[in-house]
């Protein structure tokens, strides 16, 4: 019987892995695809955005039980994770916000995690897909694979969520529902969201547009990066604010964050009354989107043929665009998974199921999901190496 059995090779059980290894138990990781880390050799552009140097854990993170995070991202800091990378010499640079990238690829992140397994004697087995998980009578788990029975101590539930449909697992949802472990409902998160018919016809001659915008949700504000598509809306602010929207919902768009654009027209209208609205707009905004707004939002009049209270509701439009979504893009294109293991049945200081001694659940299984910017490998790294450190020898 196994010491450790880690389902999952993401970044969560590399982390796990690598770290359980190290304190010299028998470790056994199994990864279903072909290759690990393959979520980590994909984001980022290929260049893995590993942390954020800001991450805090009371303010980057959703679950409904928010102080849950806070105990290991205390544990296991930015900071202890850049000591890894920095110690292979990793080449790497800060972009806005905190976030860090490799300069060269992605693969170097892997290879760090890869290297820290060989060298604690952790035994990866790729295509090993874990089926169902049972516990012994005698303690311990079976698993079920399709290459046949394993059994082990303890087993930790790395599988993450179910983002990223062709290298993800529903494992950790199919578990949870047979060992009658509470859920919260799982849903895509960092996400673009989609036209709703209407918007579609009217604004899908847009896709390519990009400008900086802030969008709101519930407690969601950020401003970033919007982009048009012929989809619907992603880009950076789009994506952080999925993340606090649900069905149904509009979200508000301010279009110029940088312009309080009521101000702005009636102090042009002083200045040059005799001047065309669409010509005022298009020196702020993209002329495609000046072009497709003309008409439905407002029509091209001199801007001194308006009163006062028509310029402010021209600015308003534009500085508070209530969106209603169609819809998202779905976990084809979710960056990550919101809900998951409910961590109201886990310990925040080991992991391990409250009522399963010995089953461990870590990273995107969880009921925790960070902001866009490497909050969520972040998670992973601390929710991996807190475990690895309670994980006992038989």
């Given at each position: 019987m196994q010491d450790v059995i880690i389902v999952g090779g993401g970044a969560s059980g590399l982390m796990c892995a690598m770290e359980a290894g190290a304190r010299g138990l028998d470790v056994l990781v199994l990864e279903k695809g072909p290759k690990v880390g393959l979520k980590i050799l994909v984001s980022g552009g290929g260049r893995c955005n590993f942390t954020n140097l800001f991450a805090d854990p009371s303010i980057h993170y959703l679950s409904q039980n928010p102080h849950f995070c806070l105990s290991a991202m205390r544990r296991y800091e930015p900071d202890d994770f850049l000591r890894l990378v920095e110690a292979q010499n990793i080449a790497y640079h800060a972009k806005t916000l905190g976030q860090l990238f490799c300069d060269d690829s992605?693969?170097?992140?892997?290879?760090?995690?890869?290297?820290?397994?060989?060298?604690?004697?952790?035994?990866?087995?790729?295509?090993?897909?874990?089926?169902?998980?049972?516990?012994?009578?005698?303690?311990?788990?079976?698993?079920?694979?399709?290459?046949?029975?394993?059994?082990?101590?303890?087993?930790?539930?790395?599988?993450?969520?179910?983002?990223?449909?062709?290298?993800?697992?529903?494992?950790?949802?199919?578990?949870?529902?047979?060992?009658?472990?509470?859920?919260?409902?799982?849903?895509?998160?960092?996400?673009?969201?989609?036209?709703?018919?209407?918007?579609?016809?009217?604004?899908?001659?847009?896709?390519?547009?990009?400008l900086e915008a802030s969008v709101s949700c519930g407690d969601g504000d950020f401003t970033d990066q919007l982009l048009f598509t012929h989809r619907g809306l992603s880009g950076p602010a789009m994506l952080q604010a999925s993340s606090f929207w649900c069905e149904g919902e509009a979200l508000t768009i301010n279009l110029l964050p940088q312009h309080s654009l009521s101000q702005w027209l009636q102090d042009r209208c002083r200045e040059n009354p005799q001047q065309r609205i669409v010509t005022a707009l298009k020196s702020l905004l993209p002329n495609r989107l000046v072009d497709c707004i003309t008409g439905l939002w407002f029509d091209d009049v001199k801007l001194g043929s308006l009163s006062p209270a028509q310029l402010a509701t021209v600015g308003d439009q534009i500085n508070a665009w209530r969106f209603k979504p169609g819809g998202s893009e779905g976990y084809r294109t979710a960056e990550v998974t919101l809900g998951g293991i409910d961590t109201n049945a886990v310990s925040s200081k080991t992991f391990e199921l409250k009522a399963l001694p010995g089953l461990y659940a870590i990273g995107e299984a969880l009921d925790v999901t960070g902001w866009l910017g490497g909050y969520n490998f972040q998670w992973a790294w601390a929710s991996g190496w807190c475990c690895a450190q309670h994980l006992e020898y038989p």
């Amino acid at each position: 019987m196994q010491d450790v059995i880690i389902v999952g090779g993401g970044a969560s059980g590399l982390m796990c892995a690598m770290e359980a290894g190290a304190r010299g138990l028998d470790v056994l990781v199994l990864e279903k695809g072909p290759k690990v880390g393959l979520k980590i050799l994909v984001s980022g552009g290929g260049r893995c955005n590993f942390t954020n140097l800001f991450a805090d854990p009371s303010i980057h993170y959703l679950s409904q039980n928010p102080h849950f995070c806070l105990s290991a991202m205390r544990r296991y800091e930015p900071d202890d994770f850049l000591r890894l990378v920095e110690a292979q010499n990793i080449a790497y640079h800060a972009k806005t916000l905190g976030q860090l990238f490799c300069d060269d690829s992605a693969k170097q992140i892997v290879n760090l995690l890869l290297q820290g397994c060989e060298q604690a004697q952790v035994e990866i087995q790729t295509r090993r897909e874990v089926l169902d998980i049972q516990p012994l009578k005698g303690g311990g788990y079976q698993l079920s694979t399709a290459q046949g029975m394993l059994q082990a101590h303890q087993v930790v539930l790395a599988s993450g969520g179910l983002s990223l449909p062709k290298i993800a697992s529903d494992l950790a949802f199919r578990v949870a529902n047979s060992l009658d472990i509470p859920v919260v409902a799982p849903r895509p998160a960092l996400v673009p969201l989609t036209w709703n018919s209407t918007d579609k016809a009217q604004f899908v001659e847009l896709s390519g547009i990009s400008l900086e915008a802030s969008v709101s949700c519930g407690d969601g504000d950020f401003t970033d990066q919007l982009l048009f598509t012929h989809r619907g809306l992603s880009g950076p602010a789009m994506l952080q604010a999925s993340s606090f929207w649900c069905e149904g919902e509009a979200l508000t768009i301010n279009l110029l964050p940088q312009h309080s654009l009521s101000q702005w027209l009636q102090d042009r209208c002083r200045e040059n009354p005799q001047q065309r609205i669409v010509t005022a707009l298009k020196s702020l905004l993209p002329n495609r989107l000046v072009d497709c707004i003309t008409g439905l939002w407002f029509d091209d009049v001199k801007l001194g043929s308006l009163s006062p209270a028509q310029l402010a509701t021209v600015g308003d439009q534009i500085n508070a665009w209530r969106f209603k979504p169609g819809g998202s893009e779905g976990y084809r294109t979710a960056e990550v998974t919101l809900g998951g293991i409910d961590t109201n049945a886990v310990s925040s200081k080991t992991f391990e199921l409250k009522a399963l001694p010995g089953l461990y659940a870590i990273g995107e299984a969880l009921d925790v999901t960070g902001w866009l910017g490497g909050y969520n490998f972040q998670w992973a790294w601390a929710s991996g190496w807190c475990c690895a450190q309670h994980l006992e020898y038989p």
